[in-house]
């Protein structure tokens, strides 16, 4: 299921800071919790203390860094996979899936997000994606996540959930 992937150049950024641009960059990132992840990141030569100089502040004081290894990370909470999304008519976007409950797709410069454990607040997102994008509810009935990333090779599916 896993491949090797390029390095490329770390950085923390914040939530808001994680558009598609981030993801064109780098297209795993990863929430980060807890010093214990300090030494994987070291692991791939990244200076932490250059790196948490650079970052960018942000309201939240949250920060998600570029997943540089070459073993593919289980998708749980706090996993945020660049992804190609393909829409049940054969549309084709692209999106990231967030651990195995919420997903977001990005169209015409904005970002769409759903979790299934919040299937209100998923049906007016739909709603908000339908009207910007000039589809029929059919076109969200089946979803499709194709991980850009070489290190994942499985799609994922979900169908609607609201």
Avoid at 52 to 61: F, I, P, R, S, T
Avoid at 70 to 86: A, D, M, T
Avoid at 92 to 113: C, N, Q, W
């Amino acid at each position: 299921m896993c491949k090797k992937q390029i390095m490329s150049k770390f950085e923390f950024i914040g939530i808001d800071a994680l558009t598609e641009e981030a993801f064109k960059r780098h297209p795993i990132w990863v929430f980060y919790e807890d010093p214990e992840q300090d030494e994987e990141m070291i692991s791939w030569g990244i200076n932490l203390n250059e790196a948490w100089n650079d970052k960018k502040n942000n309201k939240e004081q949250e920060y998600y860094y570029p997943f540089l290894g070459s073993e593919c990370p289980s998708l749980v909470r706090g996993i945020y996979l660049y992804c190609k999304v393909k829409l049940a008519t054969g549309q084709e976007l692209h999106g990231y899936l967030s651990g195995g409950f919420s997903f977001g797709i990005f169209a015409k410069d904005k970002k769409y997000t759903f979790n299934i454990n919040m299937p209100d607040y998923a049906k007016t997102t739909a709603k908000e994606l339908m009207d910007i994008l000039s589809i029929k509810i059919e076109s969200l009935s089946s979803i499709s996540f194709e991980p850009i990333s070489s290190l994942y090779t499985k799609p994922v599916s979900y169908e609607k959930f609201w």
